[in-house]
């Protein structure tokens, strides 16, 4: 039996995977949430893309074959309840990177804004919280990655884009 990603410690079949097979759908913001965070971390991207206002496949589809998803935390949540129409869940989760060329791992921090249209959750967009955790690199120091490199000839590129 797999524990359900989404971190609510319960069998996936008993707590996202109903919403991902269209069985159910979410009666709130956070199991909207949490269960996307399941579709990114298992590759259901339809339903990712079925439950955002205005999704962009390509980038949705970068993100989940790029990255491994490791944890998630519920950090916050304003309304977003079964007779609410709009709703906020701020969260973390934690990541690695799989592509060559990623920073490895990381966590994403964000505040993501809900709304109910014809009875159903949607996702409008996410505000990103970065966290700093290091002091910021200079382009002349080591990079923070640990390559032995300078910061400009190895991740500031990547950060440039």
Known sequence: MEICPCGNSRP?????QPYLTGQSRPETAEQLMRSRYTAYATGAIDYIVETEFEP????????ASTTRFVQLRVLDREAGGPDDESGTVTFEADFEGLAK???GPGTHRETSQFRKEDGRWLFLRGKQNPLRQ???AGRNDPCPCGSGKKFKKCCLPKDSV
Do not use: F
Request: glycine share 0%.
């Open 101 to 103: 060329s990623s920073r």
């Open 56 to 63: 962009d496949r390509e980038v949705i589809e970068n993100w």
């Open 12 to 16: 996936l079949e008993a707590c996202c």
């Open 134 to 136: 290091a002091p910021k």
